[in-house]
């Protein structure tokens, strides 16, 4: 049954997001990284806190917390259906990946904000135009060294993009592309929702920036 697929694909999607890359990650380069920082469980925060290598390493794993259970959906949840269907059954995959790891349920349902795991799903759906949304993300991080600017800017843009890109292509959206850029522009708004306390500390001046090393035991007040 299809209703089968969509929550299998749901489970798959949440419990891989679930997994708290940050947190393993940290505690093996020695850091805590619920008690410093932002005490989010993301790959800034473990960037700020545990080095560079650490930081890649859990960006790296975000990613393919997004980009596996898509490519599981694609290729063999939604096996047999129509590509209309698959397309959505990835979807939910995806988004539910997202979900779990801003609200794991291994670690008290306190992750991470989720930009390194939609970049993962955006790129199992819609490589190219996840690629090119590059453009929007590095940029204003280089400019200003808020990470969290080049993120909410290239989530933003994310689904705009791709949704040009196909009206290019066919002039419309066809069923497929419409379950994809429904995911995307759902992932931009809850990467968007997640961070609007640092919008307003970059309206402040009091947003952190890339290099600055994380303090411990510092309060949500300093998230990423």
Request: no cysteine; glycine share 12%; proline share 4%.
């Amino acid at each position: 049954m299809l209703i089968v697929r969509f929550l299998i694909s749901a489970a798959i999607g949440y419990f891989l997001g679930s997994i708290p890359s940050g947190l393993i990650v940290g505690t093996y380069f020695g850091v805590n990284v619920r008690q410093t920082g932002s005490g989010k469980t993301g790959a800034t925060n473990v960037l700020r806190s545990a080095g560079w290598k650490a930081g890649l390493i859990v960006a790296t794993a975000d990613a393919l917390k997004g980009a596996i259970p898509v490519l599981l959906a694609q290729h063999l949840i939604g096996r047999g259906t129509t590509p209309t269907q698959a397309a959505w059954i990835a979807a939910v995959a995806g988004l539910a990946a997202i979900i779990g790891h801003t609200f794991p349920i291994y670690v008290g349902f306190k992750g991470g904000r989720g930009v390194a795991t939609m970049g993962g799903m955006a790129l199992a759906l819609a490589l190219p135009v996840a690629l090119l949304d590059l453009v929007f993300f590095i940029p204003p991080i280089a400019i200003t060294r808020y990470v969290s600017l080049g993120s909410i800017i290239g989530a933003t843009v994310l689904p705009f993009l791709f949704l040009s890109f196909q009206r290019i292509a066919h002039g419309h959206l066809i069923g497929s592309d419409f379950a994809t850029f429904v995911a995307l522009l759902i992932g931009a708004v809850i990467i968007d929702v997640l961070h609007r306390d640092n919008i307003q500390r970059i309206i402040n001046g009091t947003e952190r920036k890339l290099g600055e090393k994380a303090t411990p035991n510092a309060t949500s007040s300093h998230a990423k």
